[in-house]
């Protein structure tokens, strides 16, 4: 089974900065990799699917990149309603596999 | 408007079954497949099981292989989700997602299943 390992798991940022998350799977799943931003309390919202395509209705300063194993989400200027946790996943082969989240605050 | 409704959560016994129902409305059922996520308490996702629109095709996490079993009714527009032999550690939100990580992604606000003597 391919495993999804995010980092960091916890950012410390501002109102402004520019936040990175890795995520790395076990072994190649192409472009099949996909981000999500979940709210205390709320179901999880699709940011980004297949590597790096913005969800209609995400702000563009989201932005993702990367194939293969290694894959990166980025938020340019953090805006206050970012603050949450992230997930990546990827559906490449089943099981399918989330990361163990990162909170960004 | 889409409408995922999960229902079936509640407080049971290791050892006991529950069965899980989402009903759906607002798109073309048959044509999308369906995901049950879980998260426990304080945890991260975990993917639990998916299934083609025709029904034919199912797919599980290893942690629930042989214990849940996840079906749809397309007539009646809803996806179950069977779960034999509960465990503490099925204790967890769990939400019914149509369309997981395609440009149609919507989650339900998912139904709580408590696993507990």
């Known amino acids: 089974d391919i495993q999804v390992t995010q980092s960091p798991s916890t950012l410390s940022v501002s109102v402004g900065d520019t936040v990175s998350i890795a995520c790395r799977a076990s072994?190649?799943?192409?472009?099949?990799l996909a981000w999500y931003q979940q709210k205390p309390g709320k179901a999880p919202k699709l940011l980004i699917y297949?590597?790096?395509t913005l969800q209609s209705g995400v702000p563009s300063r989201f932005s993702g990149s990367g194939s293969g194993t290694e894959f990166t989400l980025t938020i340019s200027s953090l805006q206050p309603d970012d603050f949450a946790t992230y997930y990546c996943?990827?559906?490449?082969?089943?099981?399918?596999?989330f990361g163990g989240g990162t909170s960004v605050e | 408007d889409v409408e995922l409704l999960e229902s079936g959560g509640g407080l049971i016994q290791p050892g006991m079954s529950l069965r899980l129902s989402c009903a759906a409305s607002?798109?073309?059922?048959?044509?999308?497949?369906m995901t049950w996520v879980r998260q426990a308490p304080g945890r991260g996702l975990e993917w639990v099981a998916g299934?083609?629109?025709?029904?034919?095709?199912?797919f599980y996490a290893e942690s629930v292989k042989g214990r849940f079993t996840i079906s749809r009714d397309n007539s009646n527009s809803t996806v179950f989700l069977q779960m034999n032999t509960l465990r503490v550690e099925d204790t967890a939100i769990y939400y019914c997602?149509?369309?997981?990580?395609?440009?149609?992604?919507?989650w339900g606000q998912g139904t709580v299943v408590t696993v507990s003597s």
């Open positions: 997602v149509r369309g997981l990580d395609t440009p149609d992604d919507y």
């Open positions: 607002g798109f073309t059922f048959s044509k999308s497949a």
């Open positions: 297949k590597g790096s």
């Open positions: 072994e190649s799943v192409g472009t099949w």
């Open positions: 996943q990827q559906y490449n082969t089943y099981p399918l596999a």
């Open positions: 299934i083609g629109g025709s029904g034919v095709n199912t």
